[in-house]
């Protein structure tokens, strides 16, 4: 096989040919490849294999002869990986040929099962039941990490003894294989989940800088920030630093961003319309009618109405309001502003809101509660524990929004920072992006188990307290993924979605909804959970809370008056 020809043999051809008529009627030989087809057909021809699961891998190695690659082996491989069924050796032989082919600057360890569990350093491990459940190529890295501790009598070993375990190859992959073996054999272990994955982070591939992100096409419906007018934009920067004008406070930074997006599309129809671009009243009209127009060519049945709903004019309106108010527009066009603003607010109250639509078809408030614990045991019988921690996460997101409903902005909490052990119960101490409030105060013990499951992140809860302090110490966030680092903004309402069908913004809705039942006072503490002060949202969800009570009182006056009516005829 010495000699080099090129096979230019098709599909049909080869499987036309003596060599593939056994294989032939097996459905995954069409998922082979041409060129891996060729190589198993070459190999047939040449070793007349009769039973070719069986082969073994000093076949397969003369086969590839005076092959200076592997690449003649790897086609095989593909097409025995395809053909062959799982428990066939010659899967094993094949890839024993590949290791023994390709020249490496180490060797390679190929002891079988038996052999690593009569070594002297898997001794400490023999008693335990999770000892079979590691797979081959683990427990042989498993060994060989023992060894190297016992020769340099390492009992605890550190970052710098993992780091030195691996020193001879550039990847973290031993180590990782290493950890494998050990979170089956040692679960919850800190010195694996912690120790061992800080050296794999350090030996890892350093994470390449973030692309920049492409630049967004132009809005066709929005001027850039440099179309508007100088003084807006200065104005703009100046909100957004905080300063306080003329008196006012500023708003907060979201709401900032929103303003700019409105007066951007604002100044695009006064463009459009080859008006100025000033606030005024007749603009404000052809603003409102140019969000009309546009809703209507919309299709979509998802999108139907949308820039035109009642409270998206009913925002819009109220930013340039308040832009008009600090701009220092005249006294009169404020006034026409306002008076439009709330009669948008007006009509705001003849629909029902998105939000309630959909709080409408939510779990009820035991039902959350419940699914949250059931997400919190099952984290406790994972094995895995990328699986745990991810139900960890999920279960405590959904406990935690039940109780402080926070925006999303406010959500990538710290321990020590924003929530911290006292020594008798957990504590909350934020203060709130939007509106600047404080939420400030004791956490309900309700909340401790998932706020524990959280610190010990899949590690023995023998260790709690050592972790409570770590974690307040080195103020580390509160929901992290397996590599450590801090989940996305975002995270809370992707769980919320994903378990109950809408983002985490309707636990608010559902805290003022169910506390508004209770009068003033549920209202008032409705509002100190979500970190609220405005008196209009006060308003609104008392106004709810008593048409609500005086529905069901309304009915109980029916009840009763039926039961009067029924007893009388069953007198007479």
Not at 126 to 145: A, M, N, P, S, Y
Not at 206 to 224: L, T
Request: hydrophobic residues 40%; aromatic residues 6%; contains cysteine.
């Amino acid at each position: 096989m010495s000699e080099r020809t090129y096979d230019t043999r098709g599909r049909e051809q080869l499987l036309a040919g003596s060599q593939l008529a056994r294989y032939r009627g097996i459905a995954s030989i069409k998922t082979i490849g041409l060129r891996e087809l060729r190589t198993l057909d070459q190999f047939l021809a040449w070793s007349n294999e009769a039973d070719l699961e069986l082969a073994r891998s000093d076949v397969f190695l003369a086969f590839a002869g005076q092959d200076k690659s592997t690449r003649r082996l790897e086609n095989l491989r593909t097409a025995l990986d395809r053909l062959l069924p799982r428990e066939a050796s010659a899967l094993v032989a094949i890839r024993d040929a590949i290791r023994s082919k390709r020249p490496r600057s180490r060797s390679c360890d190929r002891r079988d099962r038996a052999t690593l569990l009569e070594s002297p350093h898997i001794a400490p491990y023999r008693g335990l039941d999770g000892l079979e459940e590691v797979d081959l190529e683990d427990l042989r890295v498993l060994e060989r990490f023992m060894a190297f501790a016992s020769e340099r009598g390492i009992e605890v070993p550190d970052v710098k003894d993992f780091l030195s375990f691996c020193s001879d190859v550039t990847t973290s992959r031993r180590l990782r294989s290493l950890k494998t073996a050990l979170d089956i054999l040692l679960p919850g272990n800190p010195g694996v989940l912690i120790t061992l994955n800080a050296a794999i982070a350090e030996k890892g591939t350093p994470r390449s800088r973030a692309k920049s992100r492409k630049a967004r096409s132009p809005g066709k419906r929005w001027v850039p920030l440099t179309g508007l007018p100088d003084q807006w934009r200065r104005l703009l920067s100046a909100l957004r630093a905080g300063r306080i004008i003329d008196g006012r406070r500023p708003p907060a930074r979201s709401v900032v961003d929103n303003m700019e997006e409105v007066l951007r599309e604002y100044a695009k129809v006064q463009q459009d319309a080859d008006a100025g671009i000033d606030l005024t009243v007749e603009g404000l009209r052809r603003f409102e009618d140019s969000k009309a127009g546009h809703a209507q060519t919309i299709s979509d049945p998802k999108y139907i109405g949308q820039g035109n709903r009642p409270a998206t004019r009913h925002t819009a309106m109220m930013r340039i309001r308040r832009f008009a108010e600090y701009l220092g527009c005249d006294d009169m066009t404020v006034a026409a502003f306002r008076a439009h603003e709330n009669a948008l607010r007006r009509e705001c109250d003849t629909v029902v809101p998105l939000k309630f639509g959909k709080y409408e078809g939510l779990r009820a408030l035991a039902e959350t509660w419940e699914l949250a614990h059931d997400l919190l045991e099952s984290s406790f019988g994972m094995r895995r524990r990328q699986t745990r921690l991810r139900l960890v996460n999920e279960a405590a997101v959904l406990a935690l929004w039940t109780f402080i409903p926070l925006r999303l902005q406010d959500g990538q909490l710290l321990w020590g920072r924003d929530i911290y052990h006292d020594g008798d119960r957990y504590r909350i101490d934020i203060e709130t992006q939007k509106e600047g409030e404080e939420l400030r105060g004791r956490l309900h013990d309700a909340l401790t188990p998932f706020l524990d499951a959280l610190v010990l992140t899949g590690i023995d809860p023998a260790y709690l307290d050592a972790m409570r302090s770590r974690a307040d110490a080195e103020e580390l966030p509160v929901f992290v993924g397996t590599n450590g680092r801090i989940l996305s903004s975002g995270y809370p309402s992707a769980v919320w979605r994903k378990h109950l069908g809408t983002g985490a913004h309707i636990a608010r809705t559902r805290i003022h909804t169910e506390l508004g039942k209770l009068g003033r006072e549920g209202v008032d503490a409705a509002l100190a959970l979500c970190a609220q002060r405005d008196e209009r949202s006060r308003t609104f969800y008392q106004a709810k809370a008593v048409a609500a009570a005086q529905r069901t009182k309304g009915q109980e006056m029916i009840d009763a008056m039926l039961q009067e009516c029924l007893a009388e005829d069953q007198s007479a």
